[in-house]
């Protein structure tokens, strides 16, 4: 936590409050997360919960099935729809990422539709599948990357950038102001991620 | 199992709570829970409350049955096998589960010992109804702990009795000078690594479900609001009149279980629940198996 953020928790004004889809999944890694760096958080879990004002959005990891459907079943998906498409920054990992790509390779179903990408589901197999590795990500350097029955991105737009490849496979992208990322950095130590996210909330 | 494959393994879990995992016997029955909002399905023969009925041994369930059901759906396919079991447990990694449960639902393969879960790298669940036990599957190699309730019954007292315990338990820990865990540690028979860990956390290490008698909307929201971290739920769906229904709002339920209001609209119009026997009407406990 920086000087600043930490003078204005104290004082309880003006921080950053960061809605997090709390439908399902893990979310509560996040909150976490974004607290260490004095945001404020809002868990997002139903329509009323929506009728306030967020700086950012953080789509969660968990299964994408049921986060998609919960979003519709409790009519919230196109309220989410529109603040991301109007600029909301918005940090998406693993379901997250799935939730936000305009094609799903190995699946009929789409999401918001929002991020040039085709994402492929469970693109590592089953749980045996899952791993843990560091590499680099554009402007931030090393970084711990956990991977849990994880998609990754098969192919972007150009206008697409790409943040950080594992063995040639893209796991990190941004787009205008949505991160979506294969990996979970809410589960490791390392507060990278979150602070690169906490920045651009803070620059919108 | 590395330390490593331990984290991925608990990080599966975490990445499984607020959800609802559903037994489930055939392809058919895992579309319809996948598509009614289940987080995860449990792959088995026969759901409790009809092994309940049968009687005699319950096994692992055939892995061809198990594998049409990993093609059916696309989120994580658990399985179980019996408690000591760890052959079964091996056939159950080779074909790729996703989680493997061992559990008390079947017939113990061993009246003394569970399976060395650090023996495997796939991730396992176990029953538990307080927290010794919970503290104990956890040093055996297990990622994930769920209460066991009574399977098979519909009747909820029994995960609401082992949530409740594994709760005060965790207080009581949370609340003990550091020095006491040292004896604490000797009663739970534990190491005493993990009880620090519950005294510094209050909480368990890995993801706590409630399982067991969950049977409808209400009962979810309340093993949540018990502290649950998401719901197993077993008979309690296809043993109804109307499934698929039930399903989708046990699913709304686990997610919005602090909503009254909400929670009042789903339980509207569910159909018949399992019909359900209480526990005084059974013999066997299926919560006894393995401690």
Redesign the interface.
Known sequence: MNRRSSFLWLKGVNRLKVGILAVQGAFIEHEHKMQALGATCVEIRKKEDLNQHFDGLILPGGESTVQGKLLNDLDMFADLKKRIQQGIPTLATCAGLILLAEHISNDDKAYFQTLPVTVKRNAYGRQLGSFYTEEEVKGIGQVPMTFIRAPYVESAEDEVEVLAKVEEKIVAVRYGTQIGLSFHPELDENNKIHEMFYQMMEAA | MSK?RW???K??A??????VIMDVTTPEQARIA??A????VMALERIPADIRAAGGVSRMSDPKMIKGI?EAV???VMAKCRIGHFAEAQIL?AI????IDESEVLSPADDVYHIDKTNF???FVCGAKDLGEALRRINEGASMIRTKGEPGTGDVVQAVRHMRMMNREIAKISSMREDELFDEAKELRVPYELVQYVHDHKRLPVVNFAAGGVATPADAALMMQLGAEGVFVGSGIFKSGDPVKRA?AI??A???YN?AK?LAELSEDLGEAMVGINEQEIELLMAERGK
């Open positions: 490593e984290n991925l393994n990080e599966l975490q990445m499984l709570k607020g959800g996948e598509e909002g289940a987080c995860a990993q696309s989120i994580p990694e790729e589960i996703d989680y790298k796939v991730p989708q699913v709304k686990v997610t919005n909503d909400l």
